[in-house]
């Protein structure tokens, strides 16, 4: 049974619009997301695919205010500031905007995208997020990383003159990383740090070419669970003692500062995804939809071009889909899940004894009518979901 609720529960946290830029300067090795290396970009025919693809979804979600938007990648601080200022102005004209909307854009800090960084602004970018991954030259090498420890300095002191919010990225348990390597580079870290910290750690995934050397046995010294665990635990204590507490697993901020734009997915709100790879959640005439893109950037722009729809698939979520999405996401961030709003779609009997079971075991609780993960169960938080949602 499709899910048709008398109030439309997106309403509860949000609406997002999230644009995909694919390209990137080189591949990482430990990169799964949907990124390409192009010697040549047309931005002008992008810029042109964007703005059809907002105007098509503006039409669907008509009359909507529009809380944040966010560039990700690849590596969206290679687009043109003119490309960037394009895209907004389509979606300003598409939609309200509210008073307080968060425009975010992902960036690397090489010397070529932090010269930018003053046009991104003028442009109407006003929170940006680095993935600077390491505070060593020797490991920025290991990940494959185009700049070195001082173009990373040299681009976030350009950041913090020309935006209000910076974030960056750090990634721990390297090869060959110590506890106290680690609690060494995340003081450095938090002495700099604006408002926001996004600390994970590295996982190796299949399909990356870190994923093929693992399988060959060729990606030596990396932390053992045991030590990925103490760097867990070392990371939410020390930044909670600098004023950066945990908001969710791997991000970080002082009070006021949190990401407004993800707390739209773990919050379980609705946002559009346009661009190759976009993943979107979007009610129309109170039915959550599912979207997904063609993963190649040339698929994608034919395809807006010549049927005038970026999606690959539009599935329609049962209310089971919609409680599990829900519990997944906000399971992850310290407020939990409202179970008023989970109850909406229903829970069956065996959910809520899985819960009670949980419960039993410090892994979770319910307080103030949110169901949250403790402490103890938040380095567990893939273990309890398979508990928690096991038919």
């Known amino acids: 049974m499709l899910a048709v609720l008398p109030i439309e529960d997106w309403q509860n946290a949000g609406f997002g619009l999230y644009l995909h830029w694919p390209f990137c300067q080189a591949k990482c090795p430990y990169c799964d997301f949907n990124s390409h290396v192009s010697d040549h970009v047309d931005q002008g025919q992008w810029l042109k695919a964007f703005r059809s693809e907002i105007a098509r979804y503006g039409a669907l979600t008509e009359g909507r205010v529009l809380n944040t938007i966010f560039f990700g990648g690849g590596t969206p601080s290679l687009m043109h500031p003119d490309t960037v200022a394009g895209i907004l102005d389509a979606a300003q004209h ?125 990606l030596r010294g990396l932390p053992d669970e045991d030590t990925s665990a103490d760097m867990y635990e070392l990371t939410q204590t020390l930044c909670a003692d600098y004023g950066f507490p945990g908001y969710e697993v791997s991000n970080h901020a002082k009070n006021g500062a949190i990401s407004k734009h993800n707390m739209i997915y773990w919050t379980y709100g609705d946002y559009v995804g346009i661009g190759p790879g976009a993943h979107g959640r979007v009610t129309v005439e109170g039915q959550k939809l599912a979207t997904t893109t063609p993963l190649m950037p040339d698929t994608w722009l034919s395809q807006v071009e010549k049927t005038g729809t970026g999606d690959a698939e539009v599935e329609p979520l049962t209310a089971d889909d919609q409680a599990v999405e829900m519990l997944m996401m906000g399971l992850r961030i310290n407020q939990g899940v409202d179970l008023v709003r989970l109850g909406n779609f229903g829970q069956k009997p065996e959910f809520l004894n899985n819960i009670s079971k949980l419960k039993e075991m410090g892994l979770l609780d319910i307080d103030g009518g949110h169901l949250r993960i403790t402490p103890k169960g938040r380095p567990l938080l893939n273990a309890v979901l398979r508990d928690l949602l096991v038919d």
């Open 94 to 218: 598409t939609w309200t905007w509210a008073n307080d909307i968060e425009i975010s854009l992902e960036a690397n800090p090489t010397s070529i995208e932090a010269d930018k960084f003053d046009a991104f602004r003028q442009a109407g970018i006003n929170r940006v997020s680095m993935g600077m991954q390491a505070l060593n030259d020797a490991d920025l090498k290991r990940l494959g990383r185009l700049h070195s420890v001082e173009d990373g300095k040299r681009a976030f002191d350009i950041a913090r003159s020309s935006f209000g919010r910076v974030s960056f990225d750090l990634i721990y348990a390297r090869q060959d990383q110590t506890l106290a390597d680690w609690e060494a580079e995340l003081r450095e870290a938090l002495s700099m740090a604006v408002d926001h910290l996004s600390l994970y750690q590295l996982t190796i995934e299949s399909g990356t070419a870190f994923g093929a050397r693992y399988d060959r046995g060729l």
